[in-house]
């Protein structure tokens, strides 16, 4: 069972607008979150991650919020930018169970202009 | 600049060859990581390495193995490739200081087992 969801494979939006993309979680341990982009026929690299200390990072047009009650992270670009088009993956760690990485099945960013 | 390179892009072998897949990191990282990228699945993790001759199992080791004998250097293998084994692999690299979440990618390498 995937530990990490992204339950839109896609989502369409309009240059200029917001882009909301969602992750959720089932692992309670899991206490380092990260949002890795990626273009076609690239590598992901790397975006923004946050802490469970936290609730909030920015960075930006990115900011990436976590709700540790709920198991949910989002991320949020705002204004969207075609260049933004990608597939996006979010990532979990769980700091004392070493170093990897638990990735979800990723959302595909349309941004049209 | 963190520079994580693939020995290949792509690559067509057929159904029982043996296949090598070598990955390379110049900035003096430790941990080493091999992923098999399918459509909806996201990235899972087959094995890495967090030093020199060391290596763990990831969630699907089945049909791999890997082999580090150069701290840079991280090669996946696959003893008998299989139409299944038909996917996108990517290498990654991170290291033990307080970025170790951080993971830097390759490009990939295509592989398609015919």
């Known amino acids: 069972d995937q530990q990490v969801k992204q339950n839109s494979p896609s989502l369409s939006v309009q240059e200029g607008r917001i882009s909301i993309l969602n992750c959720d979680y089932t692992?309670?341990?899991?206490?380092?979150f990260l949002w890795y982009k990626k273009y076609p026929a690239e590598g992901p690299t790397f975006l923004i991650s946050i802490s469970s200390i936290k609730d909030k990072n920015e960075d930006g047009r990115f900011t990436v919020f976590l709700n540790k009650s709920a198991k949910h992270l989002s991320l949020h670009i705002v204004p969207s930018q075609p260049g933004d088009s990608a597939v996006y993956f979010c990532?979990?760690?769980?700091?004392?169970?070493?170093?990897?990485?638990?990735f979800g099945g990723g959302t595909r960013l349309m941004v049209k202009p | 600049d963190v520079k994580v390179t693939q020995s290949s892009r792509y690559l067509v072998k057929r159904t029982g060859e043996k296949v090598f897949l070598e990955c390379v990191q110049d900035m003096d990282h430790e941990n080493m990581f091999w992923y098999r990228q399918d459509p909806g699945l996201g990235l899972r993790l087959i094995y890495f390495?967090?030093?020199?001759?060391?290596?763990e199992k990831g969630d699907i080791p089945e049909g791999y193995s890997v082999s580090r004998e150069k701290k840079e250097r991280f090669s996946l293998i696959l003893e008998s490739a299989s139409t299944n084994q038909t996917s996108m692999y990517l290498c990654?690299?991170?290291?033990?200081?307080?970025?170790?979440?951080?993971?830097?990618f390759g490009p990939g390498t295509r592989l398609t087992v015919l």
């Open positions: 990532a979990a760690s769980d700091s004392n169970a070493g170093n990897m990485l638990t």
């Open positions: 692992n309670s341990m899991f206490d380092y």
């Open positions: 390495s967090y030093d020199v001759k060391m290596k």
């Open positions: 990654a690299s991170s290291s033990q200081g307080a970025r170790r979440n951080e993971q830097f």
